[in-house]
């Protein structure tokens, strides 16, 4: 079993900034590939970022690519979101995620696709 924790959100204006952090226990972590989401009202759960567990490959959707960044402290089992320029529209339940590497890439295949844990959640708001 992996537990997962977020914190970091919060409300923030636009053009701000905010750092998520993801804490990962009760499984090896450094060998998972760690991808954030998020779920804004009435829409559907979206991603928007992904790192590999050496953490020398990362991918970003394009809503946040440029403006958003993940890294990992594998020796602290964190991994985190810098969000940066923030929008009205990035407003959501950010969610962090994880899954085991396996053979199929760094990202243990599709990087938006087959996360096994998930934590609850932690609320960015972005006012205008």
């Known amino acids: 079993q992996v537990q997962l924790v977020e914190s970091g959100g919060g409300l923030v204006q636009a053009g701000g900034s905010l750092r998520l952090s993801c804490a990962a226990s009760g499984r090896t972590f450094s060998r998972s590939v760690m991808g954030w989401f998020r779920q804004a009202p009435g829409k559907e759960r979206e991603f928007a970022a992904a790192?590999?567990?050496?953490?020398?490959?990362?991918v970003y959707a394009d809503s946040v690519k440029d403006r958003f960044t993940i890294s990992r402290d594998n020796a602290k089992n964190t991994v985190y979101l810098q969000m940066n320029s923030l929008k009205p529209e990035d407003t959501a339940v950010y969610y962090c995620a994880t899954k085991a590497s396996n053979i199929l890439g760094p990202f243990g295949g599709d990087p938006q696709t087959g996360y096994t844990y998930w934590g609850q959640g932690t609320q960015v708001t972005v006012s205008s």
């Open positions: 790192i590999s567990w050496s953490g020398a490959s990362t």
